[in-house]
């Protein structure tokens, strides 16, 4: 079992930067590929980004190339999800996950992942 408690959203304007985290308890993070989703208002929760066991390769969806890094600190058990650039469409509920297993899956709508977080609300103002 793993628990995973996500912190740092907010408001923030349009241009601004928030960087998320994602404690996770129970077994070691390590054991998990980790990854952001988001929910927008009225949307279904969409891929953001991922990051493998090690932290070497990581994966974004296109509409946040560039602007978004995705981070893991296995010794602390914490994932990061540095946003800069934010847009007004970045505006969600953002949620931390984690499965032992990775692929097309991740990229679905809804995708059915082992762990999930509670969700970190970010706003972005114009």
Known sequence: ?????????????????????????????????????????????????????????????????GRFTISRDNAKNTVYLQMNSLKPEDTAVYYCAADVRYGSSWYGQNPPLDYWGQGTQVTVSS
């Not at 740092?8 to 349009?14: D, H, K, R, S, T």
């Open 1 to 65: 079992q793993v628990q995973l408690v996500e912190a740092g959203g907010g408001l923030v304007q349009a241009g601004g930067s928030l960087r998320l985290s994602c404690a996770a308890s129970g077994r070691t993070s390590s054991s998990y590929f980790m990854g952001w989703f988001r929910q927008g208002p009225g949307k279904e929760r969409e891929f953001v980004a991922a990051i493998s066991r090690s932290g070497f390769s990581t994966d974004y969806a296109d509409s946040v190339k």
